[in-house]
């Protein structure tokens, strides 16, 4: 659906001059997917996602959308960025409608959508984050934290994006919350069929949701495959400065130490599994 082929960008820093940050990145987002995009600060990740919807534009390199090169002179760049959503970091700190579902509607009624239509958006994708309709006429400062990352959230997917991009969408919120938020995420994509691409540092929650990972290293998509192939490198990914779930270390270190587990486990109820089925087998440990 938006492939990426040989990304290169530079930032020009006047004290250091040239930062290379992009270098030779390609890449490919599919149907329904969804994309765990993990590395460590200053590798790339926010600059690679502002490429995705043309924020950005590469100095070397192509991007296509469904087929089409989005660098070409005839493409309208305002049609991509109806079909990949961007949502920043903190995206509370945006809002400013005087309700929450007159900031809702503005994404819609910028793109020239009707009142009607725009309302009709924005009350399903309210209803989609989980905001009651008795809030629809509050102002977005009453909510709450969790609340107001939600209704952001909702702005967005009333522009109804193909693409979802989510700069560490779960940042500043508490365990619970920020749990809340990937399992939003999970129904958005089935409910919508998005494909959806999840910057974060929480690995944990990467492992669990994300279907495909990708971990930036020096500019560089340095690996993508499934969360139980990329975890499975372990010793590379700390080099990387990549933490990893503590089940993943654990279990790692039981197969050092001579456990026959099959890789290291991406979650507790998987090594709880796996160590069921070597004490099936009357393996010793």
Known sequence: MLQGKHI????????????????DVSFEIREHDFIGLIGASGSGKTTLIKHLNGLLKAESGEIFFKGKNIYSKKYPLSELRKKVGLVFQYPEQQLFGRTILKDVMYGPLNLGMSEEEAGKLAKES???????????????????????????????????????????????????????????????????????????????????????????????????????????????????????????????????????????????????????EILKEEKPL
Request: glycine share 6%.
């Open 126 to 276: 309210l209803e989609l984050v989980g905001i009651p309709e008795e809030y629809y006429q509050m102002s977005p400062m009453e909510l709450s934290g969790g609340q107001k990352r939600c209704a952001a959230i909702a702005g967005v997917l009333a522009m109804q994006p193909e693409i979802l991009v989510l700069d560490e969408p779960a940042a500043g919120l508490d365990p619970e919350t920020k749990h809340e938020i990937f399992e939003l995420l999970c129904r958005i994509r089935e409910k919508r069929n998005n494909a959806i691409v999840l910057v974060s540092h929480h690995m944990e929650d990467v492992a669990q949701f994300a279907n495909r990972v990708w971990v930036m290293y020096k500019g560089k998509i340095a690996m993508d495959g499934t969360p139980e192939e990329v975890y499975s490198r372990v010793e590379e990914l700390e080099e990387m400065n990549i933490g990893i779930p503590q089940i993943t270390h654990l279990t790692y270190s039981l197969i050092k130490e001579g456990v026959p587990l099959p890789r290291p486990a991406i979650s507790v109820e998987e090594a709880e599994k796996m160590l069921a």
């Open 8 to 23: 290169t960008f530079s930032y020009q820093d006047p004290a250091k001059g040239k930062t290379d940050v992009l270098a």
